[in-house]
């Protein structure tokens, strides 16, 4: 008896193996609801993986294949797709089908650009697209409006568009590793965002309106051209951890003492001479 008999299976993981194929029998498993064949030396994806109608997770990750076939547009019920460290630089058409989309993982690829539909996948709550060589991004990402959780980190880019002060549910931003000297005022607006990483980017300072981040938990600002905080930060009363670590800043202000929730201070690498006593 082959592993087609298991008509119960709900989740298969396949992960690191050494499969450079897979039996067409995978799809009598029709209460599949969760697939992981990432880390295979995978060179095709086979068509009848569009025939798992009720697969929620499908993780193919580290693969060996080139292109997606298009039966993973029939995957109506999808709501995870991880397709990260390939080199994919372009996501196919049918994937706009994939309506109940939540996360989606197209990190270390080689994506130059994103496609315009990826902007209608509205149920989307996370976002990965870091680690690829993209140098802009999309006005049309702000229309994600369901958006928790977007990475963007270790790419090109030089600007942010304005539209991404749109994502009023966005709760974490990573933008760190890239070429950034400032961000929009409009990142002022994301009144739910509780963890901003901005590390390892080229700041010299950022915008007033970060001060109306009043959910803001974590802020990573570490490895940038920072010579003095803005006071605007000390409106952040429910900030818990502050990395300001191998920046430019050789003075604290005293309100820093006014953000009492603060759990860890990182001042590491800085030029400091002496602390803020009142």
Known sequence: HSI???TNLKELNLRINNLSSLPESLCNLSNL???????????????????LSNLKTLNISETGFYVLPECLGNLSNLQELNISFHDFSSLPKFLANLSSLQ???ISFNNFSTLPEFLGKLSNLQILDIS???LSSLPEFLGNLSN???LYISNNNLSSLPESLGNLSNLQTLSISGNRLSSLPDSLGNLSNLQILNINQNDF??????????SNLKILNINENNFSFLPNSLINLSNLQCLDVSYT???????WIGLLKQ????DLSGLDLRSLPSE
């Open 103 to 105: 996360k989606l993982n």
């Open 131 to 133: 680690d690829n060589p």
């Open 33 to 51: 609801q969760t697939l992981d064949i990432s880390e295979n030396p995978l060179s095709t994806l086979p068509e009848f993986l569009g025939n």
């Open 147 to 149: 958006l928790q959780t």
């Open 204 to 213: 010299y300072s950022f915008p007033d309106s970060l001060g109306n981040l």
């Open 262 to 265: 603060l759990i860890l201070l």
């Open 248 to 254: 430019k800043i050789d003075h604290l202000s005293p």
């Open 4 to 6: 087609e008999y298991l």
